[in-house]
C-alpha cells in the first residue's frame, strides 16, 4: 500500500487501516459494487450500533447461542442492518434464506417461496423467509403467513420502518417476536467511515469539523453515510473540505418524515407535551421539525388551536384568539411567509399560563349528561309562549338577575331530580384565578340565604 501523506487531513491515522479487516465474501461481489455492498459484514459480531440485540445478552445472541430462531420483526429506522442481520441470522444457525420484498412480490411469489420451503424441509433444511417491507402487505396476505409460521414451514423474520402496533395484524405480532434496532449513534457511523477508509485504504478527505458534520448529516443512517463517503473517495480534492466545503458539494439527508406515518404522530405529540410543558424552545423545535420535512401547516395549526383550549382554557382565553388569527394570517398569505404566524401561536401557547379545567370540565359534564338522560330543567326557568304553558306554571317565580343588587340571584338551576353538579374547578392560575376569586364570592352570596329562589 502507498504511503499516505497524513499532515493536511489533521487527525491520526496510525491504527486506522486496522480498525477492521473485512473477510472475503462468500461469493464475489459484481465489479463497482456500491462501498455499502462490500462493507456488509459477515458475521453478527460485525453489525454495528445494535449491541443490545446481536451481544450475548441480546435476544439474538441468546437465539444464536442457543441454535434455534424464533419468528420475529426487526422495526427500525432506513440504514440500520436489518437486511443484514437476518441473512446473517440464516447463516448463523444453518437455515436456507430466502428473501422477498412486499414492495414487489404478492400472492404468488409467497405460494412459490412456501411451496419451496415445503419440500426443503422434507429434505431436513429448514427456510427462513426474510420479508422487506412487510408492513407493505395488506391484512389478507399478512394473515397468509400464519399457517406456515405455525407449522414451522418458516421461520418469518419481517423487516418494516413503521410501528408494528400500527401497520401488522395482531394475530401474526403474536406469533412473532418484535426486536427494535436502533438509530446508528456517532460512534457507530465513525466506525463505518474508518471500515469505508480501510477498505479504500485512504482517509476521507475531510477536516474534523467536516468529518463530524458528515456523521450528523447522516441521521442516523449507516447506508447513507457509506453512500456518502464513496462519492467523496470518487474525487481527488486538493485539499480537506471543511463543514462549508462538505455541504456545497454533498446534498444534505431528507429527514424520515412520513406523514401518515409513526414519524408524523411521534413530532405531534412531541410538539403538543412540549407546550403543556411550558418550554417555549422545545415546542419551536418540533414545530420546525415538522414544517421542514413536509408537514401540512394548516394541521399543525388545528393542532395548536385545539391545545388552546385543552390546556390553557380560560387561564388566558386569549390564546385561543391568537391562534384563530394565526390561522387567517396563514390562509392569507401563505408559505413561506405566513408560517411566521404559525411559529408566534406557538410561542403564546407554550409561554401561557396553562389549565387543562374546561377540558376536564367538558368530560364530566359530557359524562353526566349521558347518564341523566332527559331531566326537565326547573319549570320556572321554561319559557312560557303560550298561555297554557303560563297556566301549567312555565316561568313561575323566576328571579331577574340584574333586579339584584348583586347581580346575582343565587338561584338553584338544576332539574329538580338532580343535585346540583361541580364539573368545572378553576386554576389559581392566569385568568382564572380571577375567575376562582368571583365563582368564591357567588357562593359567598348563595350561602347567605339558606333557602333561595329555584331559579335566578
Not at 299 to 318: H, K, T
Not at 334 to 351: D, F, H, K, N
Not at 358 to 386: C, D
Amino acid at each position: 500500500m502507498a504511503e499516505i501523506d497524513e499532515s493536511p487531513y489533521l487527525f491520526p491515522m496510525p491504527d486506522l487501516f486496522a480498525a477492521y479487516d473485512p473477510p472475503a465474501p462468500e461469493a464475489p461481489l459484481p465489479e463497482g459494487a456500491p462501498l455499502a455492498d462490500r462493507l456488509r459484514p459477515r458475521a453478527l459480531s460485525d453489525v454495528v450500533g445494535q449491541d443490545h440485540l446481536t451481544g450475548a445478552e441480546g435476544a439474538i445472541g441468546r437465539m444464536v447461542a442457543a441454535g434455534r430462531l424464533s419468528s420475529m420483526i426487526l422495526w427500525g429506522p432506513p440504514g440500520t442492518g436489518k437486511t443484514t442481520i437476518a441473512r446473517l441470522l440464516a447463516d448463523a444457525v444453518g437455515l436456507r434464506f430466502v428473501a422477498i420484498s412486499a414492495v414487489f412480490s404478492g400472492v404468488a411469489d409467497l405460494k412459490k417461496a412456501f411451496a419451496e420451503a415445503r419440500e426443503h424441509a422434507k429434505l431436513g433444511k429448514r427456510t427462513l423467509l426474510f420479508v422487506d417491507e412487510i408492513h407493505r402487505f395488506n391484512r389478507a396476505q399478512q394473515d397468509g403467513f400464519l399457517p406456515f409460521v405455525e407449522d414451522g414451514t418458516v421461520t418469518l423474520v419481517g423487516a418494516t420502518t413503521e410501528n408494528p402496533s400500527f401497520e401488522l395484524n395482531a394475530a401474526l405480532l403474536s406469533r412473532a417476536q418484535v426486536l427494535i434496532l436502533r438509530r446508528l449513534d456517532a460512534a457507530a457511523l465513525e466506525l463505518l467511515l474508518e471500515r469505508g477508509e480501510a477498505l479504500e485504504e485512504r482517509p476521507l478527505p475531510l477536516t474534523p469539523a467536516a468529518r463530524e458534520a458528515i456523521v450528523a448529516s447522516a441521521d442516523g443512517d449507516g447506508r447513507f453515510l457509506l453512500n456518502q463517503a464513496e462519492t467523496l473517495f470518487s474525487v481527488d480534492l486538493p485539499e480537506p473540505l471543511d463543514p462549508a466545503g462538505l455541504s456545497a458539494f454533498l446534498q444534505r439527508r431528507v429527514a424520515v418524515y412520513d406523514k401518515d406515518r409513526e414519524g408524523h404522530y411521534n413530532l405531534i405529540s412531541a410538539l403538543h407535551k412540549s407546550l403543556r410543558g411550558s418550554d417555549p424552545q422545545a415546542a419551536l423545535y418540533y414545530l420546525a421539525r415538522m414544517l421542514t420535512a413536509g408537514e401540512e401547516p394548516l394541521y399543525v395549526l388545528r393542532r395548536i388551536v385545539r391545545f388552546a383550549s385543552e390546556d390553557i382554557g380560560l387561564a388566558d382565553s386569549n390564546a385561543l384568539t391568537v391562534c384563530l388569527a394565526a390561522k387567517d394570517a396563514y390562509d392569507f398569505l401563505g408559505s413561506p411567509e405566513g408560517e411566521l404566524a404559525i411559529v408566534q401561536a406557538c410561542l403564546y401557547c407554550a409561554t401561557a399560563p396553562k389549565s387543562n379545567a374546561a377540558y376536564v370540565a367538558q368530560k364530566s359534564a359530557w359524562r353526566s349528561a349521558k347518564e341523566t338522560g332527559s331531566l326537565m330543567p326547573p319549570q320556572n326557568i321554561l319559557n312560557a309562549p303560550t298561555k297554557l304553558m303560563k297556566e301549567i306554571g312555565y316561568g313561575k317565580g323566576y328571579a331577574y338577575d340584574h333586579d339584584t343588587d348583586a347581580g346575582f340571584s343565587g338561584s338553584d338551576y338544576w332539574p329538580e331530580e338532580m343535585a346540583p353538579q361541580t364539573f368545572y374547578t378553576p386554576t389559581d392560575r392566569g385568568m382564572e384565578k380571577r375567575i376562582a376569586e368571583r365563582m368564591a364570592w357567588w357562593a359567598e352570596l348563595k350561602n347567605e340565604d339558606d333557602t333561595p329562589p329555584r331559579s335566578g
